[in-house]
Every structure is written in structure tokens, then in C-alpha cells.
């Protein structure tokens, strides 16, 4: 597969994003890291590079400028800001849909912590595009007015012994009206650092993505 690195702009703001594609993917996964992280997060670039070899593409992207990272690592002014997540990862979404190697390719998003709350907003903003929704560790809880709203189906991944998130994902369930599971891996806490316990994130979204994603 091709690596690139690209330019989304939304408004005046300019996120740059890592990109995976080759002629033959299955479908593209993009990405909305946690509170405090960026597209270089290992976490999510180990699922990524996974994906990438079973056949999906995957876009890795920031969703705060250069300047807006500094002033969140100072403050944290921006990491809870949904709307201006939602936003940015929204046009990362409309980006592939124009870039002709992933114009043709069903989306899935993938959001972990407070990225996940702006990938179910986001899923909501774009029904006709984002196919499937995979949450890791996800903040749903601050996506509240987006879960009536949803078309995709969406998996819950949450650590067992992560009972905040554990307790807001089953919650999430009981607003959505789409195909919703919680998928819990067993001791794992919020970030997923047990041995093993990034593996089985991996492939419970693997599933979830392989049987929903496809080229249209």
C-alpha cells in the first residue's frame, strides 16, 4: 500500500493526517485519537498497521493544528471541545470521499476516548458515507445528541476494569437505534496496556470493519 501524508482544511484550519491506500483496500478507517493525543499515537497505529494488512486503508489524522496542540498541552482547552472535533473529523471524512484513491471505499471511523464521541457525531453528519463506528475506551457519553441520529452500526469496546466507560457504553446502547454491541476485554483498564488487551481491540474492530466495509 502507498503511505502519504495530506492537508484537510475545514474552515481557516489546515490538520494534517497520514494516509494508507492501496488499489485493492477494502474499505478506509479513519481515526479520531483520545484526549491529549495525536495522530502518532502508538496505540492507534498499531491497529492501523493491522488493518493495513488485512486489506483496509487508514487514515490517521490530527484533529488540532500545530498551534492548537501546544495551547491544549497547556491547558487542555481544546481536547473536550466535540463540536470543534466533530468538525474537523467530519471533513476528514468528506476529504476521502473526494481523493480518488478512497472516493469509491466505504468509511469506518474509529474514536478512542473523546475521539470516539466526535466519530459517533461525525457518523450522525454523514450517514451516506461512514458505513461502521468502533469505539476504544470511548467518551459516548459526550456524544449524547448524536446517538438518535445514527445509521452506523457501532461496537463498544471497553475494558473490563474500565468501569466508567464500561458503564457508559451499555448506556449507549439503550439510546441507539442501530446494530450496537459492547465488546468487553477481560481486566483491561482504559488504556488497554495489559498484555494482550490491545490484540483483542484489534481484532474485535477487524471483525466489525471486514463485515461492514466495502467499495461502493
Not at 497547556?74 to 471524512?93: E, K, M, N, Q, S
Request: with cysteine; net charge negative.
Amino acid at each position: 500500500m502507498d503511505v502519504r501524508t495530506v492537508a484537510v482544511r475545514e474552515g481557516d484550519a489546515e490538520i494534517t493526517g497520514d494516509l494508507v491506500a492501496g488499489p485493492e483496500a477494502a474499505g478506509v478507517v479513519l481515526f479520531a485519537h483520545g484526549s491529549g493525543s495525536s495522530r502518532h499515537s502508538p496505540r492507534n497505529r498499531q491497529v492501523a498497521e493491522a488493518l493495513n494488512k488485512a486489506g483496509f486503508a487508514t487514515l490517521l489524522v490530527d484533529l488540532l493544528t500545530e498551534p492548537e496542540e501546544r495551547a491544549d498541552r497547556a491547558d487542555g482547552r481544546y481536547r473536550f471541545d466535540i463540536p470543534l472535533l466533530t468538525r474537523r473529523l467530519t471533513a476528514a471524512v468528506d476529504w476521502l470521499a473526494r481523493d480518488p484513491a478512497t472516493a469509491s471505499l466505504d468509511v469506518g471511523l474509529f474514536g478512542a476516548s473523546t475521539g470516539a464521541a466526535a466519530a459517533l457525531c461525525a457518523a450522525a453528519r454523514r450517514p451516506d458515507r461512514v458505513a461502521a463506528v468502533v469505539s476504544r475506551g470511548g467518551r459516548v457519553d459526550l456524544a449524547e445528541e448524536a446517538l438518535d441520529d445514527l445509521a452506523a452500526p457501532v461496537l463498544l469496546i471497553a475494558g473490563s476494569a474500565d468501569e466508567p466507560i464500561v458503564r457508559v457504553s451499555f448506556a449507549a446502547t439503550e439510546r441507539l437505534h442501530v446494530q450496537c454491541e459492547v465488546h468487553l476485554v477481560p481486566d483491561a483498564t482504559h488504556l488497554f496496556e495489559e498484555p494482550g488487551a490491545l490484540e483483542q481491540v484489534t481484532g474485535a474492530a477487524m471483525t466489525w470493519f471486514r463485515d461492514r466495509l466495502g467499495r461502493r
